[in-house]
């Protein structure tokens, strides 16, 4: 079926009339790049929004400690309560599938007084004491220097790693930050590193106005004890820190003497569920493209059926006389079927191509430009999405042909060639 | 060659039917050169529509070269049809996108002939009608009479035992149609049967054996003395 003569024949007669088979290739052409541009567009947007997250640990959620709401074990409702760092073990060890449990304290903030000091300037920053993880939770690039390491923790160094925010407020321009102090709240801290984060969430600004230390080197300078003041937690990858964030609680419920259905205790901000409503927007968007995309394509296909019943029309002669000299109504149904799954195929490709054309020219513009604040970045298609366009076509190209063929071996030899 | 015994058909037009043959009987020797004569609505064409297998009939026997012609379901119907028969129309029913050679390869093309040798063997037939020179033309570069004879070598490529001929001549002047007939002639001398359809008294007696229908039914059947076609160019 696939022989060379048989594709001379398909393309014989496709060829015998250009004008109407590019016309009417136009059609899925047209089809099948407004799926594509729209499939990337919805790409585009997804990735600008997820751009939006800066690469943040999305199977995250943060906790933080409330008052009670309920009495328990002869304790009151309204008391005041802390995480402990012990909190932290305990954790890891009775909760499974746990990536990383990291305890963070924090001091100062936005609109908050001077607390940080470096010669004659001073400035208001937010300052945390964090483990070396934190980096893997809520990344940021290293400018210059390194981020806190173990060794900084178990030896309490009073180590900085400081925004670049910070840096154009405490130091001139051109000025070398390594091995420099900072005064913390009175306390002197060496700055070993410099970051820049990424993402747009929350304040970018006030994003680069950090200064990280490490977590027991922050609990000893300014009297933190063993008291944490929130936590960031991340789930392994495959499962999700919505379904597990109910064994942290009850761990924490239990050492701290909190009544087991007092949620109010506890308060948390669960990033992958945010995400996961993103996440259903972008699935409801690619149900978009795709419906839209095939209606158009539809229409495309439709005009090729069309053609084809018309083309069997025009031939019914030419097929009589085949038939008269021994092609098998097989032979007749499938050239019909294969010219239309032919015009289908070349003119979806072309589609494709030109689709992705116009998406490189797209990408070749946003190549200068900063995409971080736009909402939209990158606009592409995988070879999955070619993949499902290719049988699309090749679907659509059979149900288009489907028709026409069998019309074509109604025709009887001598109905045809009584036609003169 | 052909034997028909008993042959009827009749084709329904609305509500009454009407009789095409009826009864015709009928045989055929390898080698002849047969004309069926008759005017219109004669059923000369049905006759030989069913001989052709395009048709079948409603009761009566076709055997031909020994093979059974009945109840064939298309696919056997199309193979048989390649196989067996040639068929020469009067409109000569060429494909007009395809150049003169790739027309007389067709046949050969649905025997599932590889493409190299199919168009040798068509090349071979084009020089037999004298139209070697012609192979790379559109049949609507050609005139009548070339036209016909490209359908000829068609209907000769598949090597078939029978040439069935539709009023070959129906469309073209006398001058042309003599030198059709002479090559149909030419054919028969190298001993293939041809069936020619023609209501045309002149043709008839360049066959050597005249069919007369009328009305459904064989009047007359008697062998003549061929008039060579060359004799009246």
Redesign the interface.
Known sequence: MFS??NWS?II??LT?NWFRTVLTAFGVLWGIFILVILLAAGKGLENGVKQGFGGMATNSMFMWAQTPSKPYKGLPKGRRYNFKTGDVEAIKQNVPNLRFVSPRNQLGGFGGANNVVRGLKTGAFNVYGDYPEVIQQEPMDITSGRFINYSDIEDNRKVAIIGEGVIKDMYDPGEDIIGSYIKINGVNFMVIGSYKKKGNNGNPEENQKQIFVPFTAFSQAFNMADNVGWMAITAEDGSSITSLKTQVFDVIKSRHSLHPEDDRAIGNFDLYEEFSKINGLFVALKAVAYFVGILVLLSGIIGISNIMLIVVKERT??I????????????IRGQILMESIFLTIISGMAGIVLATGVIALVNMQLEGVDTSTMMFANPSVDLGVVFVALSILIISGLLAGLIPAQNA?KI???DA?RT? | MIEIKDLHKSYKMGSNSLHVLKGINFNVQEGELVSIMGSSGSGKSTLL?IL?M??EADSGSYTLDGLPIKNLN??IA??Y???FLG?I???F??????SALDNVA??L???GVK?KERLDVAMSYLEKVGLADWAGHLPNELSGGQKQRVAIA?ALA?NPKVLLADEPTGALDTKTSYEVMDLIQGINDEGRTILIVTHEHDIAEMTRRIVNLKDGVIIDDSKVNQVRALSNV
């Not at chain 1, 009589?320 to 032979?331: D, F, K």
């Not at chain 2, 029913?93 to 395809?98: A, F, H, R, T």
């Open positions: 060379k003569d024949e014989e007669a015998s002669n030419e009589g006389v085949r038939r008269a000299l021994g092609a098998t109504p097989w032979n071996i009887q030899p001598v060639l003169e | 529509n052709g395009l048709d298309e696919k199309a193979r049809r390649n196989k068929f129309f009067q409109s029913n060429l494909i007009s996108y395809k067709l046949p093309y649905y025997q493409s068609r598949s």
